[in-house]
């Protein structure tokens, strides 16, 4: 008989499965996540495993369940300060190899898997929507005059700390991420 | 015995193998290379396969093995006008389901895998290394007084294009491509 899906039980294996699957992605990537190695790291039967999540991707799926995506959630004034404050934030949040596999695994796996890639839409589709608000908001209050469309401002923005954390894998400083933000507009 | 390395029926099965591992990745991504399916695809004894690759990262290297590194190599001037070109030429590049593959799975296998953190690194440095010779010479030639150092012109130019292209999965249009080659400096 199939175990229900709010059984403390099935919760409980959730959460060991989750812990185990992302301990393995992040000491050894996205190819250690089997159910042999999810099972024995978890402690579980390999037919529980097995059971609940019959594939590989929904072991991967349940690794990455808990990534937050806290940046530029709350607006601050002045806005460049804010941008500058968050964009360091998140500079330094991918000076972390744990966000660096998180990142990577994310837009790798969502080139073939619907879950994964409804992730990745959801994070990208987040930080676009919040720049843009803040953006639009900004120069409704006089505080900036745009040079780019606020939907771009996440690419320009957040594209090079991404390409120097992830493919040249080193660190964005300061005067750059100042740079960047004055790349968005002409700042009062 | 083991067969040479230079022996034509393992450069055969090394062309072959490569083939077979590259199609698995793009279709499928890098979990599919498995010792069982390339050996299959690549019409191959799999005790072949272990023989000459006894891990899946070396499989997976051989997949990515013939991925070239075309932009930036032959600087032209006017440079702001060669920039444009180059930088679009990769946009255009970055459209591709193949390409996003290649730069995701290197970027991602390289947190994990010796061989594969090479390769980026010789991507990354290559890119860098072209773009700070051109800059430098068109900044000696009065072309531009560069606002951003050199060494950073990858991050700043090529960075949005590839979280455009990764994670927001769009194109990245004419007028973005030109607004980034201005952010690298004023240009006369």
Do not use: C, K
């Not at 590989?56 to 500058?84: C, H, I, K, N, S």
């Amino acid at each position: 008989m199939e175990t229900p899906r709010d059984d403390p039980r099935f919760l409980r294996s959730r959460e060991a499965i989750g812990g185990a699957a992302r301990a393995l992605l992040l000491a050894h990537g996205p190819g250690a996540i089997t159910h042999a190695r999810v099972a024995e790291h978890a402690g579980i039967a390999r037919a529980t495993v097995y059971r609940h999540w019959p594939r590989t991707d929904q072991l991967l799926a349940e690794a990455m369940a808990t990534v937050p995506m806290p940046f530029f959630d709350a607006p601050g004034t002045p806005t460049r300060d804010w941008l500058v404050r968050e964009l360091t934030a998140l500079a330094r949040q991918l000076d972390l190899h744990d966000v660096r596999v998180v990142a990577t695994t994310l837009a790798n796996a969502a080139l073939w898997e619907e879950h994964m890639d409804a992730r990745r839409a959801g994070f990208a589709d987040l930080l676009t929507a919040r720049l843009t608000e803040a953006l639009e908001a900004a120069q409704a209050r006089g505080e900036v005059e745009l040079h780019a469309a606020p939907r771009d401002a996440a690419a320009l923005a957040v594209g090079p700390l991404y390409y120097r954390a992830t493919i040249e894998r080193g660190t964005t400083d300061d005067a750059t991420v100042a740079a960047l933000v004055d790349h968005l507009g002409r700042w009062s």
